[in-house]
């Protein structure tokens, strides 16, 4: 039987997962990033790791194809280079051929949003699914776009940031340093940042007695009947309905994933998301919107789609 290593690295920490031909994890094993060391000490932690991964798996690197390596930030899929990873604050950084000289195995790279939407196609809530977007609301809007099974990230894959899509021509300010971006106004954190807003123009809401917010706190204090909450998550639904109803106008995918922590809400965010969608796509009056749903595998989802990319580019 084949087998593949995925990596999920983030700006925190990086996750490492021994996946079979089926897609499933049968070892795993994680550790803290800490990128300000320099890519040549992480790559090293990395092959420590997958090591001891292979240990929990009963394999060792002969029985594995090859890696995959799912990073932050604009990728080279070609060279296998990290050109800009601002959260790790690398720059034109070589991870494959790092990581190769330590393994010995071959590595490829790709974004870590792609990676996820592929891990959901490969295993999770888009399995069997062709076209699919997954939409990741956190502290930004990521994400990725699978076409026809494959990653589809544009021209040397510095396409697919789909957070910014310009949804206010002049709007507000994005922490990319452009005007009216998605991410700006659909990301967890504008969600907080407009609950802040609204809480201190009416300072009779349950928003102005729980101290610092965040995304749960808003939800709960809706479901309690908060007008403050209520009207912010309906104009943040609406936010997130624009940029879907503009990729579906675009790529019209089988089905759109909502990942992030707030996708927890389940139908609370899904319903009056897929009400707008359903209400402003071109097709609305001959054709049924896309599915929408939510992700399905979390964490997992970035190592599962880095294994599986690998794989694909034997």
Known sequence: MAYYIGIDLGGSHFSIGIVDAQWRIIGEAAAPSAPERGAAAVAE???AHIRRALD?????LSDCCAVGIGSPGTCDNAT???LQAHNLGWYRVPL?????AELGVPAFLAND???AALGEVCAGAAQGSENALLVALGTGVGGG???GGKICSGHRALGGELGHICIQMDGAECTCGARGCWEAYASAAALVRQAEAAAAEEPASALCAVGTLDGRKIFDAARAGDRTAVAVLARWYQYIGVGLVNLTNVLFPEVILLGGGVSAQGETLLAPVRAYVASHIFVRDCAQPPRIECAALANRAGVIGSAAFAAGCL
């Not at 929990?56 to 060792?60: C, D, E, I, P, R």
């Not at 494959?96 to 190769?100: D, F, G, K, P, S």
């Open 45 to 47: 932690d990395m092959a």
């Open 56 to 60: 929990v798996a009963g394999l060792s």
């Open 80 to 82: 296998g280079v990290v």
């Open 96 to 100: 494959c051929a790092l990581l190769q």
């Open 113 to 115: 949003g792609d990676c």
């Open 145 to 147: 776009v699978i076409l």
